[in-house]
């Protein structure tokens, strides 16, 4: 029974780490990060949209001058996510790679 407990609390956490409330809030983080890291002149360029009807689907906008400062931040940010939240976060890494490896 305790082995069941442990994980059904295990599943609850990483439930937690893809709330669509918990994304947007470390989306937040990661933008704000990214923009205090990034040269005055490329700030405007790192913008995170939510989707209003689709509070799962976000938008991360950035140049690609300003790719590294988000990078940066992201990376300075995983230690601190829920487990859910920082897979999630690595593959958005891994997205933003692939299309800039692209153009």
């Known amino acids: 029974m305790r082995v069941l407990q442990k994980l059904l609390k295990e599943i609850e956490e ?16 990661v933008e704000s990060d990214a923009k205090a890291k990034a040269p005055l002149h490329l ?9 209003e009807i689709l509070p799962m689907k976000f938008e991360f906008k950035t140049s690609k001058r300003a790719v590294s400062y988000v990078f940066e931040a992201i990376e300075d940010n995983l230690p601190s996510m829920p487990f859910a939240t920082r897979l999630y976060f690595q593959k958005l890494e891994e997205l933003i790679e692939l299309q800039m490896s692209r153009s």
């Open 43 to 51: 700030r405007d360029s790192i913008q995170v949209v939510q989707n």
């Open 14 to 29: 990483l439930k937690l780490g893809l709330d669509p409330t918990v994304l947007g809030s470390w989306y937040t983080k």
